[in-house]
């Protein structure tokens, strides 16, 4: 079946989530048990079953499976305005069509910040697409159209990832050009 390796394989936690997120309650988006921040959350995902080709990897990774507190799309949250400290997502963004809907319903419900990992293009299996950037995803929002498709809908950098967080008018206090979990991805704390 699975390696012993595969099985015991667990991410560390963020030094960087835990100097802005212990002590407070938040929301995490999508949460994996191989991928565990060690924060007071509560989990959010579109899928209840634990069978779905996610919850399968996150299995095959650490032999277990996150349970999922609140059923929801992750761009239309259960929860009342500034609800919870923080909302907190790691490589979820990026499968959102209109990634600026999802950023908009996290800055509703956070009180204190938002923390994002999304993947970087040259660190995975998007290298080879081009950047998306701000101007598509402006449009995007303009035509509010999207798909339901579970596919990487955004390709960002560092540079086009921040860009694109400026151009929306959020306040980044901080950011990591490898996140310090998985070393994939970019991070950034946004304060509210």
Not at 72 to 86: K, R, V
Not at 138 to 155: I, M, P, S, W, Y
């Amino acid at each position: 079946m699975y390696s012993n390796f595969q099985i015991s394989r667990k991410y560390p936690e963020s030094n960087l989530a835990h100097k802005y997120l212990d002590g407070m309650v938040g929301v995490e988006i999508g949460g994996s048990a191989h991928n565990p921040f060690g924060l007071n959350t509560v989990n959010v995902d579109r899928y209840e079953s634990m069978d779905t080709e996610y919850k399968k990897e996150e299995f095959s990774y650490c032999g277990e499976r996150l349970k999922v507190d609140i059923v929801a799309e992750g761009d239309d949250l259960p929860f009342d305005d500034n609800s919870f400290d923080f909302v907190i997502s790691s490589h979820v963004l990026e499968h959102f069509y209109n990634p600026i809907n999802a950023l908009k319903e996290w800055a509703r419900i956070a009180k204190e910040y938002i923390f994002i990992v999304v993947p970087h293009k040259e660190r995975t299996f998007d290298r080879d697409r081009p950047l998306t950037l701000s101007e598509e995803l402006l449009a995007r929002r303009e035509k509010n159209q999207g798909t339901n498709e579970d596919t990487h809908h955004n390709v960002w950098d560092t540079n086009s990832f921040l860009d694109f967080l400026d151009k929306l008018g959020y306040n980044v206090i901080d950011h990591l050009d490898i996140d310090d979990k998985v070393g994939n991805g970019i991070m950034a704390v946004i304060k509210i």
